[in-house]
């Protein structure tokens, strides 16, 4: 059993890892990275390329497939390396946001729904209230705690979401697609509560011009591989590098010219 080593801190480290649905095809092959305390990646690539999947190995959620302790981890979180017998424990330190929303809230107010995180930690009740009031205020919704999620707009329901996963103070976040279906103020309100979190993210999404704004490095994903690792800069702006995997050069880097 040799697991992924730690040469220097880092919030995550990905190694040799392969996954497929059941009996399914491969839809991730030898996936290697690693993402530094306070790093800011993005994971990008065509639909279906295997984001999601990959996102989802960061903390746990695809239980088939965790290692025994004698096993061999391929995700590492923190030093902890990511098995049947330690993802409570990932869990806490990585905060996952879906894409829609509708898979994360369900409960029937903004308060219950933030505080479930917190309440599941054991923390006393009082920290509950105040981390709740905290999260709320970060994600710019304080005094929504009485709301029905129900009755939110797409852009509050994500921040919803993103409030319940802060209030559990999580070392990494790991968000899928955080912008689809927000309008360019709710985009443009994510990327700054993005910006104040002093954590590792790992960002899966199609939109670019956010990337160029937000990330120190993108990774580009197609059929379950690792095609290109480095600056956002220089992978973006290699307008056949990224054509070969079906994006665009951001407008933010075309008018660089
Ligand atoms: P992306 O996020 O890049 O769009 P996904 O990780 O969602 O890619 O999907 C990668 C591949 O895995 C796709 O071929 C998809 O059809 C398949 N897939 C995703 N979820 C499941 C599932 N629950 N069962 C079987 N196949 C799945």
Redesign the pocket.
């Known amino acids: 059993m040799s697991d992924v080593k730690s040469i220097e801190p880092l919030a995550l480290q990905v190694q040799g890892l392969s996954y497929s ?2 009996e ?2 491969i ?2 092959s030898g996936i290697e990275f690693n993402v530094a305390h306070g790093e800011r990646v993005a994971v990008v ?12 190995h960061l903390n746990g959620l695809l239980p088939d497939r965790l290692p025994d302790d004698s096993e061999r981890a391929s995700v590492v979180v923190s030093n902890i390396a990511v098995r049947k017998s330690s993802v409570a424990e990932v869990r806490r330190l990585v905060g996952f946001v879906f894409q829609d929303p509708d898979d994360q809230l369900f409960c029937p107010t903004v308060r219950e729904d933030v505080g479930f995180g917190p309440l599941n930690l054991k923390l006393p009740r009082e920290e509950v209230f105040q981390r709740i009031a905290h999260s709320l205020d970060q994600v710019g919704l304080a005094g929504f705690e009485n709301r029905s999620t129900l009755q939110l707009s797409t852009g509050e329901r994500k921040r919803v979401c993103l409030a319940g996963v802060l209030a559990c103070q999580p070392s990494v976040l790991v968000l ?2 955080p912008f689809a279906n927000l309008d360019p103020r709710a985009r443009r309100s994510l990327v700054d509560i993005l910006r104040e979190f002093a954590g590792a993210q790992v960002i ?1 999404t199609h939109d670019l011009d956010f990337v160029v704004e937000l990330c120190d490095r993108v990774i580009i ?1 197609d059929d ?1 591989e690792i095609r290109a690792d480095g600056s956002v800069r220089d992978v973006l702006s290699d307008g056949v590098l990224i054509a070969k995997h079906g994006l665009e050069v951001p407008w933010r880097l075309r008018t660089e010219g």
Do not use: F, I, Q
Request: glycine share 26%; net charge neutral.
């Open positions: 649905y059941g399914g095809r839809v991730l690539g065509p639909s279906g390329a295997g984001k999601s999947t990959l996102l989802m899928d697609e899966a994903l379950g």
